[in-house]
Structure formats: structure tokens, C-alpha cells
């Protein structure tokens, strides 16, 4: 049997088992991993008492969501409804332009010559009635 010696010429003691270190550490992490897929974390204490908190954020949370698409269906109507006040707009100009073009003296007695109408040459006057009696001003 051999036996082992140190540095300093005298046998090495044997090591207590004590201070042997096991091979793998395991980490906290894993540990925390193992029991929150295991299902032991959804059954701790602290965990159960949370549960309304919890069930209360999730509310916040679909409630959030709910009112942003909310919002943009109104943010898109209300762009919708400016383009067609618009469109609107452009077409009343263009059609209060051709009315103020077609009541034009002048727009007016081609369109009464193409009826076969004249223009009066005598101006207009005033007819009074009174009673019985037909009178005409000038």
C-alpha cells in the first residue's frame, strides 16, 4: 500500500466527509421553474390570497384592451365622416357657383330664348288696385 505524502515530507490526513461538495449544484432558479410548472407555487398560501388581486388586474387589463379598440373604431368613423365633410363641402361650392352662374341676367335670357321667350323691352311698373278702380304708376 502506498501511502501519500506532502510537500513537507509527512502523510497527507484524510479528508472528513463532511467537506466533500456534492457534484451538481442545484440552482434556484431551476427550483423555482420545477415548482411554479409543477404546480406547487399556484398552491402556496401567499399565492391563494392573491387570487381576487390578480383576477382584478386581468379585469384592468381586458378593459384597457376593450377601450383602445374602442377608440381607434372612433378615431376611424371620425376620419371617415371628416372626408365625406369635405367631399360635401367641395360639392357645395361647386354647385352654389353654378347657381350663382345660371342666375345671371344674361345665362337667364339664353336659356328663355331657347323657350322661345323675349325680353321685355318696356321696364317694369307698378299696377295699383283700389277698389273698382285699375290704376298704373309710372
Known amino acids: 500500500?502506498?501511502?501519500?505524502?506532502?510537500?513537507?515530507?509527512?502523510?497527507?490526513q484524510p479528508k472528513p466527509h463532511d467537506e466533500v461538495q456534492p457534484?451538481?449544484?442545484?440552482?434556484?432558479?431551476r427550483k423555482v421553474l420545477q415548482d411554479f410548472l409543477g404546480g406547487d407555487y399556484l398552491s402556496k398560501e401567499e399565492v391563494v390570497t392573491n387570487i381576487p388581486f390578480v383576477f382584478y388586474v386581468a379585469l384592468l387589463a381586458m378593459i384597457y384592451i376593450g377601450n383602445t379598440y374602442y377608440n381607434e373604431k372612433k378615431f376611424r368613423t371620425i376620419e371617415q365622416t371628416k372626408s365625406e365633410l369635405k367631399e360635401l363641402r367641395y360639392q357645395y361650392i361647386t354647385?352654389?357657383?353654378?347657381l350663382m352662374f345660371?342666375?345671371?341676367q344674361s345665362e337667364i335670357s339664353?336659356?328663355?330664348?331657347?323657350?322661345?321667350?323675349?325680353?321685355?323691352?318696356?321696364?317694369?311698373?307698378?299696377?295699383?288696385y283700389?277698389?273698382?278702380?285699375?290704376?298704373?304708376a309710372q
Open 1 to 12: 500500500m502506498q501511502e501519500n505524502f506532502s510537500n513537507t515530507g509527512q502523510p497527507e
Open 23 to 29: 457534484a451538481k449544484k442545484v440552482r434556484k432558479g
Open 95 to 98: 354647385t352654389k357657383s353654378n
Open 102 to 104: 345660371m342666375g345671371r
Open 110 to 128: 339664353k336659356r328663355a330664348v331657347q323657350l322661345g321667350l323675349k325680353e321685355s323691352l318696356m321696364p317694369p311698373y307698378k299696377i295699383r
Open 130 to 136: 283700389q277698389g273698382e278702380k285699375l290704376q298704373s
